[in-house]
């Protein structure tokens, strides 16, 4: 079996987006910035060329906010067949619209057209790459990278299809800093990638506190800000509250709200039983969790 990883030559050859729509063309124009050249293509002539025409006009901008290694930034090339625009890439990042069949298609020939040592990626937002591949020889190549509204948000997820090669995720979390961009691994398969999950719990109680009239929208807007402005991030800031208070926190919602899962309950605990009360205790999820950094 072949091993696969970033090629040594990277550096030298372009990277191909296949599917220039609204983040396309924001995943072509950070790659870019970075000193890239970068290939696209999409099915429709008006999306490659104004995805084209979005690069030229916004690299120097991605450039100021990712602060990349490179010296230069990179050429963009729009192209009017995936042959021409995976010809020679070292990446291929698939992102085409989210439907699973196309998805599929799209692979199969990714992993015909594509050069041999290619890593192939789809920015699917909820469709892990395990479903991806059924046509796909070299599956070892194939991973989610999830990226989110670039510039401004840099983080980038990278999930394993199941069967790719940890030297291809290894091999980009080293790589894709280079870019100013923020690489995080999804350490299993899951539905929704982190920060998704994470977006979708936030999101549904903020619904769920306006439709049952407990607030309005801007206040929860003001809460937001008031509450997020310190920066103390959630592991953080229950470490500060104390982990045997948050679990009888979360015994009381569990009991006046059925079916709430037990999983996060059950983390807690895990850890209290070792004693990691947070930083009451000295240990909580952090080792040390009275440094406190926003
Ligand atoms: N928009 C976001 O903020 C965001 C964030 C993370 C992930 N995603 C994911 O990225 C993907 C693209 O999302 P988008 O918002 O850019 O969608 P979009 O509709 O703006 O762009 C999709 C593009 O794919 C093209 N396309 C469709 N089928 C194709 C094919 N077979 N070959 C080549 N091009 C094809 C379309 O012409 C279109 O330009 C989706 O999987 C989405 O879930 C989007």
């Known amino acids: 079996m072949t091993a696969y990883t970033v090629p040594s030559d ?3 050859r372009p990277i191909a987006i296949d599917g220039a729509g609204t983040i396309g063309r924001q995943i072509a124009t950070a790659y870019a910035a970075g000193g890239s050249d ?3 293509f999409d099915l429709s002539q008006s999306q490659r060329e104004a995805a084209g025409d979005y690069v030229r006009e916004h690299v120097g901008r991605f450039r100021t906010k990712l602060n990349p290694d490179g010296p230069r930034t990179g050429r963009a090339t729009v192209c ?3 042959d021409e625009a995976v010809d ?3 990446m291929v990042v698939e992102a085409i619209s989210e439907k699973l069949e196309l998805k599929q298609a799209t692979f199969a ?3 015909e057209t594509a050069d041999d040592d290619a890593i192939l990626a789809s920015n699917s937002s909820s469709i892990p790459t395990s479903q991806l591949v059924g046509s796909v020889r070299h599956r070892e190549r194939v991973l989610n990278t ?3 509204m670039l510039p401004d948000i840099n983080a980038v997820e990278l999930m394993s299809c199941g069967e790719t090669d940890e030297g291809v995720i290894t091999g980009l979390m080293e790589e894709i800093p280079h870019y100013g961009l923020a690489p995080f691994r999804v350490r299993r398969e899951s539905d929704g990638f982190i920060f998704n999950r994470i977006w979708a719990a936030v999101k549904r109680e903020c619904l769920m506190v306006v439709q049952e009239g407990v607030a309005a929208p801007e206040d929860v807007d003001e809460m937001w800000k008031i509450f997020t402005s310190p920066g103390i991030p959630p592991f953080r800031f229950m470490d500060q509250v104390g982990l045997d208070v948050v679990l009888d926190i979360e015994e009381h919602y ?3 709200r059925p079916g709430l899962p037990e999983g996060p309950r059950q983390l807690l605990k895990m850890l209290i039983d070792e004693g990691r ?3 009451k205790s000295g240990r909580g999820f952090y080792g040390d969790p009275s440094v406190v950094r926003a």
């Open 277 to 279: 009360l947070g930083v």
């Open 88 to 90: 020679g890439a070292w």
């Open 146 to 148: 999830h990226y989110f």
């Open 109 to 111: 020939l990714l992993d």
């Open 80 to 82: 009017g067949s995936l």
């Open 254 to 256: 569990a009991s006046v």
């Open 38 to 40: 970068v290939r696209l």
């Open 10 to 12: 990277a550096c030298r």
